[in-house]
């Protein structure tokens, strides 16, 4: 299983950490703008045009920002409950139980299974 989050529509609500019962994600600060990647925030599959760059998709940005619903939204960094950006450190984990998919509020994790299938995240 590969599974990888398309970095700059993540919001850092930490919906797919708190769900996932096998641990597949981690949260990464954002690093700075001379380097997005200092702490580990593309530290998985992700291909070039989904890592982290700096920049956040400014659609998601519109939608998110503003929103109150208690977890932090395009925060630099991590404060347990929410903040940064998620990262799929252990995707050969998942158990395809798909409760990241509907939770992923930035509809931004992908995974692949080991036929080659492919599920997207559509928000609920
Ligand atoms: S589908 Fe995989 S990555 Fe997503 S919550 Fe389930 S086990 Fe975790
Ligand atoms: S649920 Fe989606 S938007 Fe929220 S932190 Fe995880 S990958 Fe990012």
Known sequence: ????????????CQHCKDVCP??????????TPENPDAEGAN????????KWKGQIDPAMHE????VQDNHKHFAQDNDGTS????????GSACILCQA??????????????????????IYK
């Open 100 to 121: 990241c998919l509907i939770e992923c509020e930035g509809e931004c994790i992908h995974i692949t299974d080991d036929n080659g299938t492919r599920y997207d995240s």
């Open 83 to 90: 903040g940064g950006l998620s990262v799929a450190v252990n």
């Open 1 to 12: 299983m590969d599974v990888y989050v398309d970095k700059h529509k993540c919001t850092g």
């Open 43 to 50: 530290g998985d599959t992700a291909p070039e045009e989904s």
């Open 22 to 31: 096998v641990a597949v994600f981690e949260m990464k600060g954002r690093g």
């Open 63 to 66: 939608k998110w920002a503003n």
